[in-house]
């Protein structure tokens, strides 16, 4: 099974801030990550792909990068609207997620 | 607009068994692979289920197997996960989920969700 490591756990930022979280992957996953973003009480919602592919309708301020088995992902310009708490998730295998990682003011 | 409308959540007794169900629209539902997702109260996404488009071939987390099957109708465009044998560990929030290629899964769209608690 493919482990997935997400850090920080949590972050506090302010608007405007730039946003950096981190996924490491137990194994080569090639490019086979994505982000989702969930909001309290709501659904995941699919951010990136294919490690740095933005889904359709995602803003621009976010985007993923992938080095070896550690994958990050960046908000740039950190909006009201992006607290939140994050999610990496890896599709080479059986499909496995990071921990998470809350973004909080 | 795509559309996942999960519902049957409920509280069992444990040892007890349940069927949720997901109604899907506005996508050609038999071209996706289906999942389902669990979230248990305050803890991280977990993948539970996962069944081809045309309902062929499925797998199952381990956590599961032997207790969950999962199907699918597409001439209803509707996605179920049988639950049986369910233990205070399977209490959750239950999403199911589309996906565009089922030998890579990547969660395209998702439902609200379905809450299951399983307590005596």
């Known amino acids: 099974d493919v482990q997935m490591t997400q850090s920080p756990s949590s972050l506090s930022a302010s608007v405007g801030d730039r946003v950096t979280i981190t996924c490491r992957a137990s194994q080569s996953i090639n490019y086979h990550l994505s982000w989702y973003q969930q909001k309290p009480g709501k659904a995941p919602k699919l951010l990136i792909y294919?490690?740095?592919d933005l889904q359709s309708g995602v803003p621009s301020r976010f985007s993923g990068s992938k080095s070896g088995t550690d994958f990050t992902l960046t908000i740039d310009s950190l909006q009201r609207d992006d607290f939140a708490t994050y999610y990496c998730?890896?599709?080479?295998?059986?499909?496995?997620f990071g921990q998470g990682t809350r973004v909080e003011i | 607009e795509v559309q996942l409308l999960e519902s049957g959540g409920d509280l069992v007794q444990p040892g007890g068994s349940l069927r949720l169900s997901c109604a899907a629209s506005?996508?050609?539902?038999?071209?996706?692979?289906m999942s389902w997702v669990r979230q248990a109260p305050g803890k991280g996404l977990e993948w539970v289920s996962s069944?081809?488009?045309?309902?062929?071939?499925?797998k199952n987390a381990d956590s599961v197997k032997g207790r969950f099957s999962i199907s699918r109708d597409n001439s209803k465009n509707t996605l179920s996960l049988q639950m049986n044998s369910l233990s205070a560990g399977d209490t959750a929030v239950y999403y199911c989920?589309?996906?565009?290629?089922?030998?890579?899964?990547?969660?395209?769209?998702w439902g609200q969700g379905a809450l299951v608690t399983v307590s005596s």
């Open positions: 294919a490690a740095s």
């Open positions: 506005g996508f050609s539902f038999s071209s996706y692979a």
């Open positions: 998730q890896q599709s080479y295998s059986d499909p496995s």
């Open positions: 989920a589309a996906s565009g290629n089922y030998h890579a899964l990547t969660f395209d769209y």
């Open positions: 069944i081809s488009g045309s309902g062929s071939i499925s």
